[in-house]
């Protein structure tokens, strides 16, 4: 299949291409050229299905004419090498646990699957050298720095704004050594993610280094989040619910409310999306007004949201056509700043005895306020709530238990490199490095 960039001023590429390099050459994200959308026959039989089979099928759509149908198999059976997600109910709204990976985040599945599909292509290539360069909030780090680990010819750098991650978050990146190296940013995640699309643009640190990323940027990386949305109606279902399902999903940069608006465009029956935000709003203005202003980002409790400009926004433009109207028909938005988030939190608790994450909060309270009757609504519980153990705990004035998988990267001794936001202090480094 071929990939295009949403910015149309670059030629089209194929998976190898659009994987290896991240960011096409005009400064556009990679797009697949063709969704597929699946009979109504395979949504009667998905019941019947594992997550993995379910996974399989729906990876196939997209990466299936240039991976081998036994690798890519082996690919997302590897990535999916955990707990199945899970829904329960909360009063009458549906979690979807996505916290069940090695990093307890959703971002676990995408970044465990690019580490396997492109780890597959440079030994295909030859490649020894390449340098993946993510920027992160928060869980993004974590769960590529995790899914890259030891995984030969290439080497990951975690970009993280200063202060602005919770310690465990901290800890899961910048204790891991080998080939992951954790670089400490004096700024927010918005300048961690210009100074990663700076390094991509860099004619000079292009020529001499392979760079791409590990961000939702990357098509790899986004795309498989499109299996999580099969699994949760896989699951709903079974229990007897197959219409009107209404999907909340907290939004930083986007990336996985993207591939859920994919999964839909495959035949989904998800009837419509809800973009919880925090403080940081940017998507909710352009949904009110028809306007985009992206702003610099403000920090808040739902600190893997704190995005001022989103960088999938242009996705979920090139899928409606740049039409603000079809946008708004799909989706709708919502903001929670962090005195919601704790009411939230404590209130959920005491009431249902379910601990939420800060994300999941803002999910959770976009659908008590924006269901419709006869709506089944879903959100995206997208992280452990142990991994703002502080937050939470303040919030309960109860030990949040910590489960021992983060218990073990609390183990470990920091290491980061200290740079500040200007880039060529970066790209200076990186030379230095390579």
């Known amino acids: 299949m071929k990939y295009y960039s949403t910015n149309k001023q670059a030629p089209e590429v194929d998976l190898q291409t659009a994987v290896v390099k991240g960011l096409a050459i005009d400064k556009g994200l990679y797009m697949p050229e063709n969704i597929k959308r699946f009979p109504d026959s395979f949504f009667e039989k998905i019941t019947e299905m594992s997550f993995q089979e379910i996974a399989y099928e729906v990876a196939l759509a997209f990466f299936g004419e240039d991976i081998d149908s036994a690798t890519l198999k082996g690919i997302v059976y ?13 009063g009458s709204i549906y979690s979807l646990e996505l916290f069940h990976g090695p990093t307890l985040a959703f971002k676990d599945v995408g970044a465990r699957f690019m580490a396997r599909i492109l780890g597959y292509f440079i030994k295909k290539q030859g490649i020894t050298d390449v340098n993946v360069l993510v920027a992160t909030s928060g869980d993004t780090g974590s769960a590529v720095a995790n899914g890259f680990l030891g995984v030969d010819g290439i080497h990951v750098y975690v970009l993280y704004p200063k202060g602005k991650v919770s310690a465990i978050q901290e800890c899961q990146f910048t204790t891991l050594g ?9 700024g927010a995640f918005d300048d961690c993610q ?16 392979r760079l791409t990323s590990a961000n939702s940027i990357n098509v790899a990386r986004f795309l498989p989040q499109a299996f999580y949305y099969f699994n949760a109606y896989a699951q709903l279902r079974r229990r007897g619910i197959k219409d009107d399902i209404v999907v ?26 809800i973009a919880a935000n925090n403080k940081n709003d940017i998507f909710l203005q352009y949904l009110l007004t028809g306007f ?12 893997a949201m704190d995005v ?6 242009v996705r979920i433009l090139d899928l409606f056509h740049h039409k603000h109207e079809l946008i708004t028909q799909v989706i709708t938005g919502f903001s929670c700043p962090d005195e919601s988030i704790r009411e939230t939190v404590k209130t959920c608790y005491e009431s249902t005895g379910y601990l939420l994450d800060p994300h999941g909060a803002c999910g959770y309270l976009a659908l008590l306020e924006k269901l419709q009757p006869n709506e089944t609504g879903v959100f995206l519980e997208t992280a452990h709530p142990a991994k703002f153990k502080e937050t ?40 230095k490095t390579n």
């Open 178 to 186: 080998q080939n992951i190296t954790a670089l400490e940013i004096d």
């Open 248 to 273: 909340c999903v907290p939004s930083g940069n986007f990336g996985n409310l993207t591939a859920g608006l994919i999964a839909k465009k495959m035949g989904l029956p998800i009837r419509r999306f």
């Open 308 to 313: 001022g400009d989103p960088s999938n926004f």
């Open 194 to 209: 210009a100074l990663v699309k700076a390094a991509f643009l860099d004619e000079d640190l292009n020529e001499k280094l």
């Open 78 to 90: 590897d990535a999916l090498s955990f707990e199945t997600p899970v829904v329960p109910v909360i």
């Open 392 to 431: 939470i705990e303040d919030i309960i004035q109860k030990p949040v238990n910590i489960p021992e998988k983060l218990q073990e990267f609390r183990k470990g001794t920091k290491q980061s490199i200290e740079l500040s936001k200007n880039f060529l202090e970066l790209k200076t480094y990186l030379l």
């Open 292 to 303: 985009y202003n992206p702003k610099p980002s403000v920090q808040t409790l739902a600190n």
